[in-house]
């Protein structure tokens, strides 16, 4: 150990390797219900040089390598170790904003840099980045991006990574690869800006694709060392329309046509219970918030932006009401005491330093997956169900509906808020969410981010993707160094 440590420190000299119990501790668990593993060492490098040192002892010495750029709290168990004597990669220090390119929309950043401190820069630039729903203040981009979470303008969502585009990484064979066309010239960013080259297109180099090995592989190929961001300009102006309805059935012809015609830009569905965690403080004023809210709304932005935002807007808002009385439902400019201003504000931002899904009950777990609008309504039949047969209040479950991909497909989300301190609360929690994830997988819910068990359920499913994936790890990956046990890895 005591080799192991001073080589580890030769890599990334003093400061940035540590072996305490106090800060392993904060990595051998999170929220999830994930076997609790203590790491080996923590490292936190500066630059690539030092991963691909890292890599390469790596597999001179069969150590597993976790991959960490987000702060705590986590939730879904893909940063703790799957087995002993692991490395933890922080890479939460290499948080520089390399460029942000105004003419072509572009931010190019480290793997470290974090939604709020993108937007405030973004923002001097006349830009911004598209995010999901109240991701946390410390929440990595780049790590959000890797990983697919949904993002709240689906007419810029033109395939499952956007608006992710181009990264460099070290593979777990130690090779570093530049993806879409930054890996047509030199390995050098610097060099490729004065060529004119702005890390734009994902496909690539050549004819290959690689980001999309590492899209979703939960840090089990490589590590990801800078990526290239899609931005969109700011708006000038922005308001929010919102169009209420009891039943969620109202809504989806409604959120057919609009996604359809790339209505609006912040487009998706919450239910009341949902509504009110993300705007509430506390347990009574969410109740309180609730109380006033309808069973179901729809949040549609409007934006204006440059050349006539006014005369846009209107054009805009004129249309979208006139879709939704075509539907016979009704737009709300917001209830009581909560103006739709504050609702946008909210959704326009990080989640405060408590974080959001914490504020009810003090935890939450989540069960998300893809499907198609016009099956969620039995989704949440099913996931009712299940609640009441637990006993859990269905009323506190908040329900989250994200069209992505240009409305082609939609993210659909339980949040169950419950009290982490109770013991019997929580055994309880961990049944139901085993419980109604077998039951939803059951009924066709896709699964795309497997964290948990929701990998052998998906990869069950599927046995000629498993082989395929483990023959595709087995080159990028020879040793199985990259966070093993994961995915299909175990």
Same mark, same amino acid.
Not at 264 to 274: C, P, S, T
Not at 423 to 426: N, S
């Given at each position: ?7 580890l420190?030769?890599i ?5 390797v ?35 040192k ?7 010495? !069969? ?32 948080n520089?904003? /390399? ?5 072509n ?16 820069? %973004? ?19 780049v ?13 810029y ?9 181009? %990264? ?16 047509n010239g ?7 800006w004065?060529s ?23 840090g089990?190929?490589?590590i990801v ?7 969109e300009i700011?708006?000038?102006?922005? !308001? ?6 009891k039943?969620?059935?109202? /809504?989806?012809?409604?959120?057919y ?6 209505m ?11 509504l009110?965690?993300?705007l509430?403080?506390d347990? !009574?004023?969410?109740?309180g ?11 549609i932005?409007?934006s204006?932006?440059a050349l ?25 400019s ?5 103006t ?11 989640s ?5 899904? /914490?504020?009810?009950?003090?935890? %939450?777990?989540?069960i ?12 949440i039949?099913t ?28 993210? %659909?989300?339980f949040?169950?808020?419950y009290?982490?301190?109770e013991?019997?609360?929580?055994e !309880? ?6 419980k ?14 497997p964290?948990?068990i929701?990998s ?8 000629d ?14 040793n199985?160094?990259?966070?093993p ?6």
């Open positions: 150990m005591v080799d192991t440590k001073e080589r420190l030769e990334f000299g003093e400061g940035n540590t072996d305490k119990k106090e800060v392993l501790a904060a990595y051998k668990s999170d929220r999830s219900f994930s076997m609790q593993i203590s790491p080996w060492f923590v490292v936190k490098p500066t630059g690539v040089q030092q991963i691909q890292l890599v390469n002892w790596a597999n001179e010495t !069969k150590t597993a390598l976790v991959p960490v750029s987000s702060g705590a709290p986590r939730f879904y168990g893909d940063t703790v170790p799957g087995v002993t004597r692991a490395v933890i990669v922080d890479l939460s220090g290499m520089k904003i /390399l460029r942000i390119d105004r003419r929309r572009m931010a190019v950043i480290e793997p470290g840099v974090t939604y709020g401190q993108l937007e405030a820069a %973004c923002a001097k630039e006349g830009l911004r980045v598209t995010m999901p729903l109240l991701p946390k203040t410390n929440k990595s981009v790590a959000s991006l890797l990983e697919r979470q949904p993002t709240t303008i689906p007419k969502h033109y395939s499952l990574t956007e608006p992710l585009r181009t %990264c460099g990484i070290v593979f777990g064979n130690g090779d570093v690869i530049y993806t879409g066309d930054a890996g030199s390995l050098q960013l610097e060099e490729q004065k004119g080259l702005v890390q734009v297109d994902p496909k690539g180099p050549n004819a290959t694709d690689f980001i999309k090995i590492v899209s979703g592989s939960q089990t190929m490589g060392f800078w990526a290239s961001v899609k931005c700011l708006p000038n102006i922005h !308001k929010l329309l919102i169009v209420q309805a039943k969620i059935e109202k /809504l989806i012809d409604f959120s046509a609009i996604t359809r015609q790339r609006g830009d912040e487009v998706f569905i919450v239910n009341n219970a949902q009110a965690n993300m509430g403080k347990a !009574k004023n969410i109740d918030l609730k109380s006033g809210f309808p069973t179901w709304a729809m949040l932005g409007v204006g932006r006539f935002p006014k005369q846009k807007v209107d054009v805009m808002e004129n249309d979208i009401r006139s879709y939704a009385e075509r539907h016979a439902l009704e737009v709300v917001g209830f009581p005491g909560v739709s201003k504050r609702i946008l504000d909210t959704v326009l931002n990080p405060p330093e408590r974080y959001w899904k /914490l504020n009810y009950r003090g935890g %939450c777990v989540d998300f997956f893809l499907t198609k609008l016009d099956k969620i309504p039995q989704f039949k996931m009712n169900s299940v609640a009441e047969e637990f006993n859990y209040p269905r009323t506190d479950i908040g329900i989250y509906v994200q069209p992505l991909h240009q409305g082609a497909s939609y993210h %659909c989300e949040n169950l808020p009290n982490p301190r013991a019997e609360e929580t !309880k929690i961990r049944a139901l969410l085993t109604a994830s077998k039951v939803l997988s059951l009924q066709g819910a896709y699964f795309s981010r964290y948990g929701w052998d359920l998906m990869y069950q499913k599927d046995a993707s498993k082989i395929t994936l483990r023959k595709i790890k087995k080159l990028f990956d020879p199985g160094i990259m966070n046990a994961k995915l299909c890895f175990k």
